[in-house]
Nanobody
Framework: HVQLVESGGGSVQAGGSLRLSCAAS????????MGWFRQAPGKDREGVAV????????YYASSVKGRFTIAQDNAKNVMYLQMNNLKPEDTAMYYC????????????????????WGQGTQVTVSS
């Protein structure tokens, strides 16, 4: 079936940048949305950014607007998350996900709306 593999995580100082990649195998035609979630120790899994496949529609968590950018390269079957001006509070395990979120307001932010997940890549930001 569909498989997702993340890469690009690491350790950076506050104000630095990282670009995460999510490589997809299999077919995604039954899933219309892909995105990034993150989870810090003791915290719930949080929606960061999503992209509807084949369109220009994107959503971002308020905490990352203006700093993070989500994009997809269909030819390479890869999704990216460009992370700029990183802050210590961005420290978390980041996961790539795919699914078909409902059209209710803010449904895209719920991890339960997605059924395919990558293994995660760690991002650590130091002060």
């Amino acid at each position: 079936h569909v498989q997702l593999v993340e890469s690009g995580g690491g350790s950076v100082q506050a104000g630095g940048s990282l670009r995460l990649s999510c490589a997809a195998s299999g077919y995604t035609y039954k899933r219309n949305c892909m995105g990034w979630f993150r989870q810090a120790p003791g915290k719930d899994r949080e929606g960061v950014a999503v992209l509807w496949i084949g369109g220009a529609t994107t959503y971002y968590a308020s905490s990352v607007k203006g700093r993070f950018t989500i994009a997809q390269d269909n030819a390479k079957n890869v999704m990216y998350l460009q992370m700029n001006n990183l802050k210590p509070e961005d420290t978390a395990m980041y996961y790539c996900a795919a699914g078909n979120p409902s059209l209710y307001p803010d449904s895209w932010k719920r991890w339960s709306e997605y059924d395919v997940w990558g293994q995660g890549t760690q991002v650590t930001v130091s002060s």
